[in-house]
């Protein structure tokens, strides 16, 4: 009897046919770790520069000896070893950039940690994850402050340590009376990071293994827990050879605007840990929501690359001075961490002339999975692409698990070698995520007749009206049609007929008389009834992650709270 071949099978012999030229599906990882990464970069390109910020520039050679003389002197003086759990609390800075390759090379694991989180939070997260301490900007000092009580090491620094004198008086005087700023004694268990960059022999690295973790990234995942996410050396580094084997671009050095915060893991990957890789420059960009700052950046240093998201993209176009900018040195964007609209793709690309590409990826995933060919001819706009090279997914039903014929919806599952090692102590947790390599990634999707996948939605963010199945992206791409519509956030409300009806949050654009009518009228003529929203409300701005993600989760808390008792929706 002949075994009929598996979906996976028939895929695999799919994507094949769709790989852009040159591209194999299966690629080598090599055995490094991500200090090797830079060492490597800095070796072969000594003199190139690694970072620029506001003016101040540092060479692979300075970065990589600042490097080793922090990993010198948190093994000595702090007493942090492998496995030490060690906390980031800084915007993208070269401080950032030192701090991770030193935990890197002494065997510990960076804690990713939001510097807009509170006390609590941050405690709640150093806690689950036993940190052992901390290096953060002295404007977020009197949140860790406490933590010393504790046992645990402090590094303050500031953001001017790394500024050019100029740039240096100008942030002074800015801040002189900024309350965050308290003065700060340093004695104990708390230390300057300049200090700790002075000196001190070399270093052997402190790897044992390369499936040793060295980053926590916490997520919620598909359960909206927050956990951690344990990613290894080799995860990182498979990601990172996946992204540069994706195309020859990516491959050489260029010019990085690292605006994506590299606390999340997006950020890091596409921002820091590929440019670092590839020998490039970054150009860091501590706050990517100051628009103007950021044109003014990329008229400067005219940067080949752009990883953002959705909004990123967004605010740039809609930026009322952006005509006045040239952008046409940017060659290749990559769109991840929210779905990109296709007018702002279109838009996007008129207005630089670059191509801009989405892609797909999980905290769980190093992050990215998945990413359209860097070929205008080949990507599909409105799909997230093909897998990345050594990656395989499978669409199946969330309930019986069974794999969905091709072009069926489905959840996606994926496994690879970026695929994380589990959520730091939460077995149970892991084990609802993850079967015999697979990884459940709670999102909803289908591939087309050439391999290519598209995203429906999230499986959490589902809406269920009248019994079927309605994905919020697709309403909120027909909203984005509208030429006065900014952005558009859809979301299920209690109905007592429907059990679910659609709402949409609308941010108008400034100026527009459009109202609630004509946008439901103008939604109606493109949806299927169950689809059609009963609601839009218009918003100054949308709840959102610094990462861009709209809290969709906060407009259903925001919607539940404006319901009275006894009203109905």
């Not at 990464?37 to 690694?50: F, G, I, N, R, V």
């Not at 044992?208 to 995942?221: H, I, M």
């Not at 596409?270 to 044109?295: I, K």
């Amino acid at each position: 009897m002949v075994e009929e071949p598996s979906a996976a099978t028939e895929m695999e012999d799919v994507w094949k046919k769709s790989y852009p030229e040159g591209n194999e599906r299966r690629i080598e990882i090599p055995d490094y770790t991500i200090y090797k990464l830079l060492a490597e970069s800095a070796s072969k390109h000594p003199d190139s520069t690694a970072i620029i910020f506001f003016g101040k520039k540092l060479t692979y050679r300075k970065l990589l000896a600042m490097v080793d003389s922090l990993a010198f002197n948190l093994k000595e003086r702090l007493r942090l070893f492998k496995d030490s759990k060690i906390g980031l609390i800084l915007p993208n800075s070269p401080q950032y950039v030192i701090s991770f390759f030193a935990i890197a090379k002494i065997g510990g694991v960076v804690v990713q940690t939001n510097p807009i989180y509170t006390e609590t939070e941050i405690q709640n997260e150093y806690k689950t994850t036993e940190a052992s301490a901390v290096i953060t900007l002295d404007m977020y000092y009197s949140k860790v402050k406490a933590l010393e009580k504790d046992g645990m090491s402090i590094v303050v620094t500031r953001i001017k340590d790394f500024l050019t004198p100029l740039a240096s008086m100008v942030y002074s005087r800015k801040t002189r009376k900024d309350p965050k700023l308290e003065k700060i004694t340093f004695e104990g268990k708390v230390f300057k990071f300049m200090d700790l960059l002075k000196g001190g022999p070399a270093l052997e690295e402190q790897i044992e293994s390369k499936v040793d973790p060295v980053l926590f990234q916490f997520t919620g995942g598909t359960t909206g827990v927050p956990k951690a996410a344990m990613l290894s050396h080799r995860n990182l580094i498979a990601n990172v050879t996946q992204l540069k084997a994706w195309h020859s671009s990516l491959r050489d050095p260029g010019r990085f605007m690292s605006t994506l915060p590299f606390f999340h893991v997006y950020g890091m990957m596409t921002s820091l840990v590929l440019p670092v890789a590839t020998a490039s420059t970054m150009v860091l960009v501590p706050d990517p929501r100051d628009t103007e700052m950021l044109l003014k950046l990329i008229k400067k240093y005219k940067p080949d690359y752009l990883p953002g998201v959705p909004t990123l993209y967004k605010s740039l176009l809609n930026h009322p001075s952006v005509k006045k900018f040239d952008l046409k040195s940017i060659k290749v964007c990559v769109s991840g961490g929210a779905a990109l609209p296709v007018e702002t793709l279109k838009k996007f690309e008129e207005a630089t002339g670059g191509l801009l590409i989405e892609g797909y990826g999980l905290s769980e995933t190093s992050p990215v999975i998945a990413a359209n060919p860097v070929d205008r001819n080949k990507r599909k706009i409105g799909s997230v692409g093909l897998p990345l090279g050594n990656t395989d997914f499978k669409i199946v039903n969330p309930y019986s698990l069974q794999e969905v014929p091709l072009g069926e919806e489905g959840e996606i599952f994926v496994r690879g070698p970026q695929v994380m090692l589990g959520y730091w102590r939460s077995e149970s947790e892991t084990a609802g995520v993850m079967d015999d390599g697979w990884l459940r990634t709670g999102d909803i999707g289908r591939f087309d007749s050439t391999g290519f996948l598209y995203l429906v939605d999230r499986k959490k963010d589902m809406i269920i009206s009248s019994g079927y199945n309605v994905y919020p992206r697709e309403i909120e791409e027909v909203f984005y049609r509208h030429p006065d519509v900014i952005e558009a956030a859809a979301i299920g409300v209690p109905d007592e007929r429907r059990g679910q009806s659609v709402k949409v949050y609308v941010v108008k654009k400034e100026g527009s008389s459009v109202t609630e009518q004509e946008l439901m009228a103008f939604a109606s003529k493109q949806l299927a009834p169950y689809k059609r929203p009963r609601s839009v409300e218009f918003k100054k701005d949308l709840p959102r992650t610094l990462v861009g993600k709209v809290l969709k989760r906060e407009l259903r808390t925001d919607q539940a709270r404006s319901l009275r008792p006894g009203r109905k929706p």
